[in-house]
């Protein structure tokens, strides 16, 4: 659930920025689209193996190291 709940925004995001520039949805607007939600895909994959693995070094509870990944996760939807 939390690596597909910034896929939209991302979608969105981009859709907006095109809309912004009075740019076209052409087909290399949509292969950035694409390439940008693999990249949201990837970086939420690996936010979420960090906090796995927070939990087995430290011994921090997951729902404190998912709120710890939730800041991090705010300057890359701008």
């Known amino acids: 659930m939390t690596i597909l709940s910034g896929l939209p925004s991302a979608g969105l995001g981009a859709l907006v920025t095109l809309l912004i520039f009075h740019d076209e949805l052409n087909i290399y607007s949509f292969v950035g689209i694409i390439m ?7 970086n939420a994959i690996m936010m979420i193996d960090f906090a ?5 070094e430290r011994g921090l509870p997951a729902q404190k190291s ?5 800041p991090g996760a705010l300057p ?3």
């Open 36 to 42: 940008l939600i693999g990249i949201v895909k990837k």
């Open 52 to 56: 796995v693995e927070a939990q087995r």
């Open 76 to 78: 890359a939807r701008s």
């Open 66 to 70: 998912h709120l710890r990944s939730v």
